[in-house]
Each structure stands twice: as structure tokens, then as C-alpha cells.
């Protein structure tokens, strides 16, 4: 998808000034045909790749936007696949979600403050309706499903990495390091990949939400890849930069699947894409969203201290009771 430049003068200053700026833009145009062209590479001619700042800047510009006014969305799609000891992976159910951003403009320290807000939603994979309600295969108990709706999500890009965050929490510290990831370039494509893995406390204390805590702590990794014209990262007239890519998460089993500690986990495995305007998101996407969690379209106005599921869940569930399964009768 291209990014769409924004007008910088309105209709009524065009009508107004077109014979002042005609010839001036004319002559323009013609010394930038005349002009060549510096190839774009990893190294330049705007962003550097191998430095922290440019990685910075160029993040910012795939996720947000150095406007702080305009919205970037990020959407996603794919499938929840269940990993258990002894068998083979499993597809289980599909899952779609839309995320609304904002950023705001850089601090002292060189650092973008992203404004977000996330939601996803759970689907059937034969029917592609969204599932309120699902048999687990896994356990063969009806459950509630829980969707995905995380208010607001923060994230700071720095060119300085100092530990693995839980949100604005530094859950992994070490030693301070320019934020350079593993860019690659085919053709006049750009490619990178940005990792995150955490090891933390479990916030579902598994003596108390006994079927829905997978265990004291919580191990989650994020694999995510980018892929942009490298054209467009390397042109500073543009505020944002369209990508395309996929997403892998990995994560214990969900709390509304009643699960508790059960040997496994899930993984899901998304494509994914930005859009500078609605309209370009994929419609069944931006319909479920219009119809289920419509403030979800717009991002947060300011920060505020963000919600991931585990703690929203807390907030918002009680604890299940436990599974009563009916006797069987015995053989005749």
C-alpha cells in the first residue's frame, strides 16, 4: 500500500496563488528531473541503518508517524496453533485485530512516544464468523471466549535499548545499547526483524485463578517482520512509511481456555500491513472493529498507563470454578 501525501495548501490558497507559484513550480520540477537521484541504500542517502538513531527514526515511521496528528493502523491476520508435547501442532481457531496509533513528538533524549490502542478478535476457521462462544478440542469444554482489547498500549522508541519491557515496565535490564536491528536489503526492498523475549511474574496467580494461570511466571516471545520500498524509507518527505510482514507470537494458553498448567502452548502466526487511512484496511477487519469497538479506530489523545490482556482480564473476570464432568456409566 503507498503511503498518500498530504495536501500542504489548501483549495482556496491554490486558487489564490496559482499565478505566483506556476512558473516557480515549473522551474522546480524541471531541476528535480535534472537532478539525480541518490540510490537508497541501508546506509542512506537519509536514514543509516547501522545507528541507533536511524533505526529510531526508521521504526517510528513504520509503526506511527512523525506527524503527530495523523493515525497509523496496523492489522493482523492468521491463526492460534496449539504446540503439545508428543503430537503435532494444531490449527485451532483464527484470529484478526486492528491496532490505532499516534506518536508524539520527539523528547530531549531523541526518544518517539507511540500512543495505541489494540484489539483482536477470535474467529472460526470454517465459517470466518467470530466465535463469543467455543467447544476447546483440546479439553472438550465450552468456554467463553475473551477478545482482545488493550487500552491503551504505550511504546517508546529509542535509539537506546536498556532491557526487555512489559509495557512501561522494564521487566529484563542490561547494559545500555544502540537500538540496531538486523536490516537486510533485496533489491529495492527493505527487510528486519525485531524480536522481544519476556520472563516475568505471572500477574494470573495460579492460586488463585487455579484454571486460568498457566504457572507463576510467564514466558512470552514477539517475532516480527517488516518488509518496505527502501525508496520510501530513505525519502524524508515522508512522515510515514508503509510495510507489509508477519507476526509470531508465543504464549501459554489463553486464560478463557481453561487450560491452567496443561503441558503446551499457543502460537499464532499473522500476516500483517500498515494503512495511513481507513479505507485501506482489509474491510472485514475494519467492519468488525466499526461494529464491536468503534473507539478502537482512533487512538489515545494522551498517554496514560497501559493494560496488556492479563491484567485487563483480572479486572474484568473472576476466577472459574472448577470443572465438574459428569460420572459416567459404567460398561454393561
Known sequence: MK?????????????????????????????????????????????????????????????????????????????????????????????????????????????????????????DLASGEVLDRWRNPLTDEEVEVVHIANDPVNQTISPVRAGEQLYEQVVT???????????????????????????????????VWVRESAGPMVQISDMMTYVCDLEELQDPARPSVSYSGNWVHVRPWQPWMLMGTAPGHL??????????????????IAKIVQARLPAFLQPPDKPGKSEGSLNRYIRTRKPAPPRVVAPQEPPK
Open 3 to 123: 503511503t498518500t501525501r498530504r495536501r500542504l495548501i489548501t483549495n482556496a490558497g491554490l486558487l489564490g496563488a496559482t499565478s505566483a507559484l506556476g512558473a516557480a513550480g515549473l522551474a522546480d520540477t524541471a531541476r528535480a528531473a535534472r537532478t539525480p537521484r541518490a540510490t537508497a541504500t541501508l546506509k542512506g542517502p537519509y536514514l543509516d541503518l547501522t545507528t541507533g538513531e536511524g533505526n529510531a527514526l526508521a521504526m517510528t515511521r513504520l509503526v506511527g508517524s512523525l506527524d503527530p496528528k495523523a493515525i497509523k493502523y496496523g492489522w493482523y491476520s492468521g491463526r492460534l496453533m496449539s504446540i503439545v508435547p508428543g503430537g503435532a501442532g494444531r490449527d485451532l481457531i483464527g484470529v484478526i485485530g486492528l491496532g490505532a496509533a499516534r506518536t508524539l513528538p520527539r523528547d530531549a533524549q531523541g526518544r518517539w512516544q507511540l500512543l495505541r490502542r489494540e484489539c483482536g478478535f477470535f474467529f
Open 267 to 284: 502460537m499464532y502466526h499473522c500476516f500483517t500491513g500498515s494503512a495511513t487511512r481507513l479505507e485501506d484496511v482489509p474491510p472485514h
Open 173 to 207: 535490564k542490561k547494559a545500555d545499547e544502540p537500538f540496531v536491528l538486523p536490516w537486510q536489503q533485496a533489491g529495492s526492498r527493505a527487510f528486519v526483524e525485531f524480536h522481544s523475549h519476556l520472563w516475568a511474574k505471572n500477574p494470573l496467580d495460579p492460586a
